[in-house]
């Protein structure tokens, strides 16, 4: 199957600080990347989805501001969460498909820690 | 609101039986209903999928049964395994893009 990569796999940062998880799609290229939040042991949450080009849409409750998407390729989204939190503190996964109408593959997910 | 509900919350199975998770949506519009494995520090990985034009869709010991009238489907694990001990999640997604709505996860446990 596709794979999806995400870097980094956990991050430790300090509160106020800002800091950048990206998501890569290594054999395909994905014009729709989607961003998703899971709290321990709790489901996923979908957060935005990603344009390639044009920015990205956000579902209700997210803070655009505080949640930076951005999708300068083909092959990359990043997010930036500014500002971080304590309670930003979660596991942050990415997915897209080869093409539409097709299985939406993950990343192995990003592990954010604010201290 | 809650579009995707799933149950049980978690579930203990002997090795060998069946496993058996079950899913309810709310909103019509849902086309294609997968069923993703997560375990712990991971990103979920697709296990099957079904879209509402089939009752029943087999893959290995995994199978998804869908009622569409009672906007039900679940997911069967056959002859199940210590090894399949994980979370497991059902969800759903309407039009051509994989914009996915989870259900609240099932905590397998098979034991030996």
């Known amino acids: 199957g596709a794979v999806v990569s995400q870097h980094p796999s956990w991050v430790i940062c300090k509160s106020g600080t800002s800091v950048k998880i990206e998501c890569r799609s290594l054999?395909?290229?994905?014009?729709?990347m989607f961003w998703y939040r899971q709290f321990p042991k709790q489901s996923l949450m979908l957060m935005a989805t990603?344009?390639?080009?044009?920015?990205?849409?956000?579902e209700q409750g997210v803070e655009k501001d505080k949640f930076l998407i951005n999708h300068a390729s083909l092959t990359l989204s990043t997010l930036t969460v500014t500002s971080a939190h304590p309670e930003d503190s979660s596991f942050y996964i990415c997915?897209?498909?080869?093409?539409?109408?097709?299985?939406?593959?993950f990343g192995q997910g990003t592990r954010l820690t604010v201290v | 609101q809650q579009q995707v509900k799933q149950s049980p919350q978690s579930l203990i199975v002997q090795k060998g039986g069946i496993s058996i998770i079950n899913c309810a949506y709310e909103?019509?519009?849902?086309?294609?209903f997968p069923w993703y494995q997560q375990f712990p520090g991971k990103g979920p990985a697709l296990l099957i999928a079904?879209?509402?034009?089939?009752s029943e869709k087999k893959e290995g010991r995994f199978t998804i049964s869908f009622n569409k009238s009672a906007k039900q489907f679940s997911l069967h694990i056959m002859d199940s395994q210590p090894g399949d001990s994980a979370t497991y999640f059902c969800?759903?997604?309407?039009?051509?893009?994989?914009?996915?709505?989870f259900g609240s996860g099932t905590q397998l446990t098979v034991l030996p």
């Open positions: 997915s897209a498909s080869l093409q539409l109408n097709t299985e939406a593959f």
């Open positions: 969800a759903a997604s309407k039009g051509s893009a994989r914009q996915l709505t």
């Open positions: 054999d395909f290229q994905a014009t729709t």
């Open positions: 909103n019509t519009a849902f086309d294609y």
């Open positions: 990603s344009n390639e080009g044009s920015k990205a849409t956000y």
């Open positions: 079904i879209r509402p034009d089939v």
